[in-house]
């Protein structure tokens, strides 16, 4: 079973728009990371965020977490064509201790 | 990629043939994972190592086996291939566990005929 869900699949903005992704989640976390993947490569960790943190930036990146809503987003601001990528959430169960991936955003870029 | 390298990083076999995939990874970390990723699915836990021949079942691993007999090389084992392990083949690192960061591989590209 899923533990992380993305919306939306994807998403396709202009270079210079605001890219924001979400992630809903089913049970009780430890913490909350972000990948990216380029077509063709393995996924890039950006960001983690802990069950007790409720907003964490990274450069262009920042997210938050909502633990009483069990949901997190990704917000890219002035985005680039090189952002173009999927991108997924992967959550920590604070009960089994698993890393439970989501399905992934789609992020297209156009220059 | 973190000094992980996986090979092969394409394959095309036919169903019942073995299959073996290899991680390998250059810095002595003690954790690795195969996961699987399909559309629709994201990516799921195959198998994981947490130090030389100490490894566990994930959350898919009916069909695979895996062993590890050094550090630094992290096998996959598909007995007897069908075609709904056609799939790309990701293999990860975590550094230690006082993260939670997990490093991927390349991927491999496996096509089961």
């Known amino acids: 079973s899923q533990q992380g869900e993305e919306d939306p699949q994807a998403l396709s903005i202009q270079e210079g728009e605001n890219a924001t992704m979400n992630c809903s989640y089913k049970t009780s976390i430890n913490n909350l990371q972000w990948y990216r993947q380029n077509s063709g490569r393995g996924l890039v960790h950006l960001i983690l965020?802990?069950?007790?943190?409720r907003e964490k930036h990274s450069g262009r990146l920042r997210v938050t977490l909502d633990t009483s809503k069990k949901s997190s987003s990704l917000l890219i601001t002035a985005s680039r064509a090189a952002d173009t990528a999927s991108y997924f959430c992967?959550?920590?169960?604070?009960?089994?201790?698993?890393?439970?991936f989501g399905q992934g955003t789609t992020l297209q870029v156009k220059p | 990629d973190a000094g992980i390298t996986q090979s092969p990083r394409h394959k095309v076999t036919e169903t019942g043939t073995p299959v073996t995939l290899r991680c390998h990874q250059t810095?002595?970390?003690?954790?690795m994972y195969w996961y699987r990723q399909d559309p629709g699915h994201g990516l799921r836990l195959i198998h994981y190592?947490?130090?030389?021949?100490?490894?566990d079942k994930g959350e898919v691993s009916d069909g695979y086996s895996v062993s590890r007999s050094k550090t630094e090389d992290f096998l996959l084992t598909l007995e007897s291939a069908t075609s709904s392990q056609t799939s790309v083949y990701f293999c990860?690192?975590?550094?230690?566990?006082?993260?939670?960061?997990?490093?991927f591989g390349p991927g491999t590209r496996l096509t089961v005929l």
């Open positions: 992967a959550t920590r169960s604070s009960n089994t201790g698993k890393l439970i």
């Open positions: 190592s947490y130090g030389v021949k100490d490894t």
């Open positions: 965020i802990r069950s007790n943190e």
């Open positions: 810095e002595n970390h003690r954790y």
């Open positions: 990860a690192i975590r550094p230690g566990l006082r993260t939670d960061t997990q490093y």
